[in-house]
């Protein structure tokens, strides 16, 4: 498998995702030597050896994983703690589906005791939501199968189905970084058997429009799948946007939707995921998974999914060091993708390989190389971490820009 889409097919409206991102850097311009020098005469603040964030070495700037950088959720450590002695036996916490089910407005079921799971449930749990990526892929994307996705984009469903014998359409973003459904739409053949929304996108950050992703669903084939991966959904701006796609599927069987506990609920490493979709979709997903989320790991879901202060405060970091972010980069010049996630992505109009090498190197601070991941050349991809950790990447950014 590879770990980013490396076959462009054409779009319907002819252009490949190289072709449009060198418009957009012709278009762009590049920031000229003058500019750089400019640039020096502004640089300060910490160098990354001081700062310690929460759960990494202390000096070290990990701004690459979209990881939450607050911390974890006090009520998720308090039940971790609390069933810390009971993980001798297995996993069958009833609450969780009950409480995933209420929070997306989908029929709760009542289920037998001495079960793993309900059976006719509306909600499947992963360990993260990348095992319902997983299962997608398994479930429907086997030899001669393919998957329409926008590019660049995340990809996690295709590195999974492409070892299954899939293929993949991958239609360019428009000019604006949206996902472009109309020419997704279009894309759909009688091979296409699952349609990628990214909401919001990663690694743009770029929302799709609620009343946009309904008439979508809606104009898609009812024998092809939407699958709507709202990983980074609760970092959105307005609350109603982060309902997101859940309520169609009451009335469209063709729509999973996917979430995650790993991003504002502070999670990551406990991988908790799930998925959400009509009862005979979730038992089919069921039997293409591996595995489900340990019992330490599910008590805590149960705890962070109802710590709203917490949730709150993750988004108010997140949209104070976007808000940091596009400050200095407007003063650099450096263009940026406004965002509805817990990153941005960056132009540096400079070789991401060697600046991201740099960055590491010299500064001890990571972040998401555009290069590598989506053939973006001189694009990086920045999580908003703490206010410090923001201030420690920046001052080393203008540096590694002034310098290469």
């Known amino acids: 498998m590879v770990d980013r889409a490396d076959r462009i097919d054409e779009a319907p409206s002819g252009f490949s995702r190289r072709g449009f991102l060198r418009g957009m850097m012709v278009g762009a311009g590049a920031l000229s030597l003058g500019s750089y020098e400019a640039v020096a005469q502004m640089i300060s603040g910490p160098n990354a050896r001081p700062v310690r964030g929460w759960g990494v070495p202390e000096g070290l700037v990990r701004?690459?994983?979209?990881?939450?950088?607050?911390?974890?959720?006090?009520?998720?450590?308090?039940?971790?703690?609390?069933?810390?002695?009971?993980?001798?036996?297995?996993?069958?916490?009833?609450?969780?589906?009950?409480?995933?089910?209420?929070?997306?407005?989908?029929?709760?079921?009542?289920?037998?005791?001495?079960?793993?799971?309900?059976?006719?449930?509306?909600?499947?749990?992963?360990?993260?939501?990348?095992?319902?990526?997983?299962?997608?892929?398994?479930?429907?994307?086997?030899?001669?199968?393919?998957?329409?996705?926008?590019?660049?984009?995340?990809?996690?469903?295709?590195?999974?189905?492409?070892?299954?014998?899939?293929?993949?359409?991958?239609?360019?973003?428009?000019?604006?970084?949206?996902?472009?459904?109309?020419?997704?739409?279009?894309?759909?053949?009688?091979?296409?058997?699952?349609?990628?929304?990214?909401?919001?996108?990663?690694?743009?950050?770029?929302l799709v429009p609620p009343d946009a992703l309904r008439k979508f669903v809606q104009e898609v084939p009812s024998d092809v799948i939407v699958f709507v991966d709202e990983a980074y959904i609760e970092f959105s701006k307005n609350p109603e946007d982060r309902v997101?796609?859940?309520?169609?599927?009451?009335?469209?069987?063709?729509?999973?939707?996917?979430?995650?506990?790993?991003?504002?609920?502070?999670?990551?490493?406990?991988?908790?995921?799930?998925?959400?979709?009509?009862?005979?979709?979730?038992?089919?997903?069921?039997?293409?998974?591996?595995?489900?989320?340990?019992?330490?790991?599910?008590?805590?879901?149960?705890?962070?999914?109802?710590?709203?202060?917490?949730?709150?405060?993750?988004?108010?970091?997140?949209?104070?060091?976007?808000?940091?972010?596009?400050?200095?980069?407007?003063?650099m010049g450096i263009e940026y993708v406004p965002s509805q996630s817990s990153f941005m992505l960056i132009n540096v109009h400079k070789d991401a390989d060697e600046v991201v090498r740099k960055l590491r190197e010299e500064y001890n601070v990571m972040v998401g190389n555009g290069k590598r991941r989506w053939e973006m050349d001189t694009w990086l991809r920045v999580t908003s971490g703490l206010q410090e950790e923001n201030e420690a990447f920046m001052a080393a950014l203008k540096k590694v820009l002034v310098s290469s």
């Open 244 to 331: 997101g796609a859940a309520p169609l599927i009451l009335d469209h069987a063709n729509v999973i939707v996917a979430r995650t506990f790993s991003k504002i609920m502070g999670m990551a490493g406990l991988g908790v995921g799930y998925g959400l979709a009509r009862p005979e979709v979730i038992e089919k997903l069921n039997q293409n998974k591996g595995g489900r989320p340990s019992m330490l790991s599910t008590n805590a879901a149960v705890a962070g999914i109802e710590d709203h202060d917490y949730q709150d405060r993750a988004r108010k970091v997140t949209w104070e060091g976007q808000e940091y972010f596009a400050s200095n980069f407007d003063e």
């Open 63 to 206: 701004l690459s994983g979209n990881e939450m950088p607050i911390g974890p959720s006090p009520r998720a450590v308090e039940a971790v703690l609390e069933n810390v002695y009971s993980f001798n036996r297995y996993n069958r916490n009833r609450d969780i589906y009950t409480k995933i089910a209420e929070r997306h407005g989908l029929p709760v079921v009542e289920w037998p005791p001495n079960t793993f799971s309900p059976p006719d449930a509306w909600v499947t749990l992963g360990c993260g939501s990348s095992e319902v990526l997983f299962a997608v892929a398994s479930a429907y994307l086997r030899d001669g199968a393919e998957v329409v996705e926008a590019s660049p984009g995340y990809a996690g469903v295709f590195r999974t189905a492409e070892a299954y014998g899939a293929s993949a359409k991958w239609v360019p973003l428009t000019s604006d970084f949206q996902q472009d459904l109309d020419a997704m739409k279009a894309a759909i053949s009688e091979n296409t058997r699952v349609v990628v929304v990214t909401n919001p996108g990663n690694p743009t950050g770029v």
